[in-house]
């Protein structure tokens, strides 16, 4: 009895010594998970390489480093996704490595010509979407770095000669053995855009900040955009892909603003009173016809009291008529008819001098009212045929003048104060004052800037290369208030903010109050740039945003398109979506990582980061998906 009941003691202590057991490595467990998770709420030791693995290009104009990325994300979850098979994108054919899908000239030739329709966007059918990889040409090469870019490129990157060519006289562009040079010429300004530009600082105040942003119609290679820059004045320069091959993306390669666009039938993609001025050198565009349609746009865009500059014909044709193989009379009646538009805008003549005319809009519409009152043509838009001043998607152009803000004071400003640069970057925007966002005052505004300044500072510890002014070309696809790039100014870079027809808030206005580019876009179709055109890609909320709209894979396959080899992308988003992108993106030759939040692995949202691996097209790949 006794040997029984010393058997049952012992088979309780070894019971109570495993129990001991278990919680004491539970409690460890615990334990060194919150030690973790209190470590990772700031930046982990550990490092994790997102580097380009595979082949890497000798050739750069500057040795392309890799991401390193500093943690992933501590709380994640297991989702069926990961267990899928990854499916792997092929290349496009060669044929291919310029496309753009929605300015296809071979589309385009289907439309009508009329006021330019055929050279407007025309995006693919549901059978014409491609499902691969844009390939860059042979020995692509990493563009050069800012401020080299501005007067170089490599010839491999953009194998096109035209221009030089054609436009030899004029200094467009160069070729010099394995590179372009960029001189900085342009067709009416020969001594070069620099010269061309403190011509123009004599005639207004083109430097004292008051200008920040303008518009480049029919920009060439863009050297009007590259040499305002230094006189902290952003330009969108756009021009058409049409005969001058190329235009646009050599803007690009060389880091300097600019799309794919064209003065036709539709508004511009940009919000009403965006620009403190708008620049035409001559961009071919016929703004005497169908009674001053484009110059009603061009009022549309420019901002109460901006400037509309205008070089070459018929500016100063006295001099230039023989040259130009037009008649005086010709040239004569086309200047008087752009007088007569502007007249009837109620813009008023600055100056004509030399090759330069100069006209600028009034500050407020009090007395252009009053003016309407006898000579009602155009007429002001009224509220039913034009309730939505900002909305420029596809949207017809009208024939009616935008009307300004209301304001009693005839010496004041219809759009508010705005300060002069750089204060206006983080100044509350008059939109915002005037309470047309819905949801947003100054208040939140002031909080989403400072939600910025810890998020820039969070990312360039997980993308170091941000503070290495390796991204030139940088894009917001869901720019909100502009946050990301006011707190990017800092880096030798500039952002296009891009703000989603389908957002909830409409914010593009904004987001040129403060000084800022950008532009709408659906992201159900192309964007209006070149392969390889930008360096840094940021998406917040961008595919909770698209997921029940369409097809995220064709989303990613366009940020493809667009990203430059070793381009980096940064996505912010719930990890359940991020889980679905980054499978997506592993197909794509990314390489991938999810990341924690800034404010620590607890918060649902996480941080995608990837970066596009370097490789070219070949000549023999016959692949066309």
């Given at each position: 009895?006794?040997?029984?009941?010393?058997?049952?003691?012992?088979?309780?202590?070894?019971?109570?010594?495993?129990?001991?057991?278990?919680?004491?490595?539970?409690?460890?467990?615990?334990?060194?998970?919150?030690?973790?998770?209190?470590?990772?709420?700031?930046?982990?030791?550990?490092?994790?390489?997102?580097?380009?693995?595979?082949?890497?290009?000798?050739?750069?104009?500057?040795?392309?480093?890799?991401?390193?990325?500093?943690?992933?994300?501590?709380?994640?979850?297991?989702?069926?996704?990961?267990?899928?098979?990854?499916?792997?994108?092929?290349?496009?054919?060669?044929?291919?490595?310029?496309?753009?899908?929605?300015?296809?000239r071979q589309r385009g030739r289907r439309f009508d010509r009329n006021m330019m329709?055929?050279?407007?966007?025309?995006?693919?059918?549901?059978?014409?979407?491609?499902?691969?990889?844009?390939?860059?040409?042979?020995?692509?090469?990493?563009?050069?770095?800012?401020?080299?870019?501005?007067?170089?490129?490599?010839?491999?990157?953009?194998?096109?000669?035209?221009?030089?060519?054609?436009?030899?006289?004029?200094?467009?562009?160069?070729?010099?053995?394995?590179?372009?040079?960029?001189?900085?010429?342009?067709?009416?300004?020969?001594?070069?855009?620099?010269?061309?530009?403190?011509?123009?600082?004599?005639?207004?105040?083109?430097?004292?900040?008051?200008?920040?942003?303008?518009?480049?119609?029919?920009?060439?290679?863009?050297?009007?955009?590259?040499?305002?820059?230094?006189?902290?004045?952003?330009?969108?320069?756009?021009?058409?892909?049409?005969?001058?091959?190329?235009?646009?993306?050599?803007?690009?390669?060389?880091?300097?603003?600019?799309?794919?666009?064209?003065?036709?039938?539709?508004?511009?993609?940009?919000?009403?009173?965006?620009?403190?001025?708008?620049?035409?050198?001559?961009?071919?565009?016929?703004?005497?016809?169908?009674?001053?349609?484009?110059?009603?746009?061009?009022?549309?865009?420019?901002?109460?009291?901006?400037?509309?500059?205008?070089?070459?014909?018929?500016?100063?044709?006295?001099?230039?008529?023989?040259?130009?193989?037009?008649?005086?009379?010709?040239?004569?009646?086309?200047?008087?008819?752009?007088?007569?538009?502007?007249?009837?805008?109620?813009?008023?003549?600055?100056?004509?001098?030399?090759?330069?005319?100069?006209?600028?809009?009034?500050?407020?519409?009090?007395?252009?009212?009053?003016?309407?009152?006898?000579?009602?043509?155009?007429?002001?838009?009224?509220?039913?045929?034009?309730?939505?001043?900002?909305?420029?998607?596809?949207?017809?152009?009208?024939?009616?003048?935008?009307?300004?803000?209301?304001?009693?004071?005839?010496?004041?400003?219809?759009?508010?104060?705005?300060?002069?640069?750089p204060d206006r970057a983080f100044a509350v925007p008059p939109r915002i004052i005037?309470?047309?966002?819905q949801d947003i005052n100054a208040e939140k505004f002031r909080e989403d800037n400072?939600?910025?300044?810890?998020?820039?500072?969070?990312?360039?510890?997980?993308?170091?290369?941000?503070?290495?002014?390796?991204?030139?070309?940088?894009?917001?696809?869901?720019?909100?208030?502009?946050?990301?790039?006011?707190?990017?100014?800092?880096?030798?870079?500039?952002?296009?903010?891009?703000?989603?027809?389908?957002?909830?808030?409409?914010?593009?206005?904004?987001?040129?109050?403060?000084?800022?580019?950008?532009?709408?876009?659906?992201?159900?179709?192309?964007?209006?740039?070149?392969?390889?055109?930008?360096?840094?890609?940021?998406?917040?909320?961008?595919?909770?945003?698209?997921?029940?709209?369409?097809?995220?894979?064709?989303?990613?396959?366009?940020?493809?398109?667009?990203?430059?080899?070793?381009?980096?992308?940064?996505?912010?988003?719930?990890?359940?979506?991020?889980?679905?992108?980054?499978?997506?993106?592993?197909?794509?030759?990314?390489?991938?990582?999810?990341?924690?939040?800034?404010?620590?692995?607890?918060?649902?949202?996480?941080?995608?980061?990837?970066?596009?691996?370097?490789?070219?097209?070949?000549?023999?790949?016959?692949?066309?998906?």
């Amino acid at each position: 009895m006794a040997k029984d009941n010393t058997g049952l003691h012992h088979q309780t202590e070894a019971r109570r010594k495993k129990l001991t057991l278990v919680l004491g490595v539970s409690g460890l467990c615990i334990l060194f998970y919150v030690l973790g998770a209190w470590q990772t709420s700031n930046v982990p030791a550990s490092y994790s390489k997102l580097g380009c693995e595979t082949q890497s290009n000798p050739s750069s104009s500057s040795s392309s480093e890799s991401a390193d990325l500093d943690f992933k994300s501590h709380n994640q979850v297991e989702f069926k996704e990961r267990n899928l098979t990854i499916k792997n994108f092929e290349p496009c054919d060669l044929s291919l490595s310029e496309y753009t899908p929605c300015e296809d000239r071979q589309r385009g030739r289907r439309f009508d010509r009329n006021m330019m329709k055929y050279r407007e966007r025309h995006c693919p059918s549901k059978d014409e979407l491609l499902y691969c990889l844009i390939p860059p040409p042979p020995n692509y090469k990493i563009p050069f770095k800012w401020p080299q870019s501005r007067d170089y490129a490599w010839y491999d990157n953009i194998p096109h000669k035209e221009l030089s060519v054609e436009k030899a006289v004029q200094n467009w562009i160069q070729v010099e053995g394995d590179r372009f040079r960029f001189p900085g010429g342009g067709t009416m300004f020969p001594r070069g855009a620099d010269a061309y530009i403190d011509d123009i600082a004599r005639l207004i105040p083109l430097t004292a900040g008051g200008i920040r942003t303008a518009i480049d119609t029919g920009c060439g290679v863009a050297s009007f955009g590259a040499y305002l820059l230094k006189r902290d004045i952003m330009a969108v320069s756009f021009a058409p892909r049409d005969t001058h091959e190329a235009q646009v993306q050599f803007a690009l390669e060389r880091g300097v603003p600019a799309i794919i666009g064209i003065m036709g039938s539709k508004r511009l993609p940009y919000p009403a009173r965006a620009f403190d001025l708008a620049h035409c050198s001559r961009c071919l565009i016929p703004w005497f016809k169908n009674e001053g349609l484009y110059l009603m746009e061009v009022d549309r865009v420019l901002r109460p009291g901006g400037y509309w500059i205008l070089s070459g014909p018929p500016i100063n044709w006295k001099q230039y008529w023989r040259g130009w193989e037009r008649t005086e009379e010709d040239l004569k009646k086309e200047q008087d008819s752009i007088e007569d538009v502007a007249k009837s805008l109620c813009w008023k003549k600055v100056i004509e001098k030399g090759d330069l005319a100069i006209w600028r809009k009034p500050i407020n519409h009090n007395e252009c009212k009053k003016l309407k009152q006898n000579n009602n043509s155009p007429p002001i838009c009224t509220t039913s045929d034009n309730n939505n001043a900002d909305f420029a998607w596809y949207k017809d152009l009208e024939s009616c003048i935008t009307p300004l803000p209301e304001t009693n004071n005839p010496e004041e400003s219809s759009d508010g104060a705005l300060e002069d640069w750089p204060d206006r970057a983080f100044a509350v925007p008059p939109r915002i004052i005037r309470g047309t966002i819905q949801d947003i005052n100054a208040e939140k505004f002031r909080e989403d800037n400072e939600v910025w300044k810890e998020r820039i500072a969070y990312y360039k510890k997980i993308v170091p290369e941000i503070s290495h002014g390796r991204f030139r070309n940088i894009m917001d696809m869901n720019a909100y208030l502009g946050g990301f790039a006011a707190s990017m100014l800092k880096y030798p870079s500039w952002t296009m903010n891009v703000v989603p027809v389908v957002a909830e808030k409409q914010t593009l206005g904004v987001i040129y109050e403060r000084g800022l580019i950008g532009t709408y876009q659906d992201w159900c179709e192309g964007f209006s740039t070149y392969p390889r055109t930008y360096d840094m890609i940021h998406a917040g909320g961008l595919f909770s945003l698209y997921e029940n709209r369409c097809d995220l894979t064709l989303i990613l396959l366009e940020m493809d398109r667009i990203l430059r080899p070793e381009g980096t992308v940064v996505m912010r988003d719930n990890v359940e979506t991020l889980t679905k992108v980054e499978r997506i993106a592993k197909g794509m030759k990314w390489n991938t990582q999810i990341v924690d939040h800034e404010k620590g692995p607890y918060n649902p949202e996480k941080i995608l980061v990837a970066v596009k691996t370097y490789w070219t097209g070949q000549p023999s790949n016959n692949n066309n998906n």
